[in-house]
Structures are given as C-alpha cells and as structure tokens.
C-alpha cells in the first residue's frame, strides 16, 4: 500500500505563488505515476498535472506555464510548484499516485487565492 501526505496549502493573493508537497510512504518503489488533482465547491474534481516514473509531466491548459510538477526520488515526494496564482485555482489539492491496479489518495490540502 501506498499512504500520501500533502502540505503546503494556503491563503494567497492573486499573482502569488505556494508550493504543494506530497510525500509517499509505503510501497513506493510500486508507484507508475503521480499527480495532482483539485476540487472546488460544487465541481467535479480534476486533473491538474502529472508526473510519470520516468519524469514525463503533463499539465491542464489552464495551468501550463504557471505550474510545475516535479519529484524527489531520494524523498518519495512529488511538488507542485503554482505561480501567478488566479482566484480560479482556489480549490482543495489532491495527490495521487497510481500503482497498478490501483489508485491512492491524499486527504488534500487547501489553496485560496484571493482577489
């Protein structure tokens, strides 16, 4: 099994940056991919960006060239480094790791942008 933790949420102006951490434990040498993933009030929750074993990344269009994702293998840890924060990015932030056949969750994080 897999157990994720997530931290670095916040309360942030518009145009300001945070960086979300989640760190892995368990059977991590099994995970394919990681991910992150956000859920607003009253929305479906989805895709932010991901990161493959193999460091191959991709990202919504309404977040490419604002944020990175990117790994610590030596830490078990996945980032997710968001600039030029929008008020539409205020949402709970979910990791997610996938090991074949299944799926992982963090509990999510908070990230408020104000306006």
């Known amino acids: 099994q897999v157990q994720l933790v997530e931290s670095g949420g916040g309360l942030v102006q518009a145009g300001g940056s945070l960086r979300l951490s989640c760190a892995a434990s368990g059977s991590t040498f099994s995970i394919n991919t990681m991910g992150w993933f956000r859920q607003a009030p009253g929305k479906q929750r989805e895709l932010v960006a991901t990161?493959?074993?193999?460091?191959?990344?991709n990202y919504r269009d309404s977040v490419k060239g604002r944020f990175t994702i990117s790994r610590d293998s030596a830490k078990n840890t996945v980032y997710l480094q968001m600039n030029s924060l929008k008020p539409e990015d205020t949402a709970v932030y979910f990791c997610n790791a996938y090991s074949i056949p299944n799926y992982y969750w963090g509990q999510g994080t908070q990230v408020t942008v104000s306006s």
């Open positions: 990161i493959t074993s193999g460091g191959r990344t």
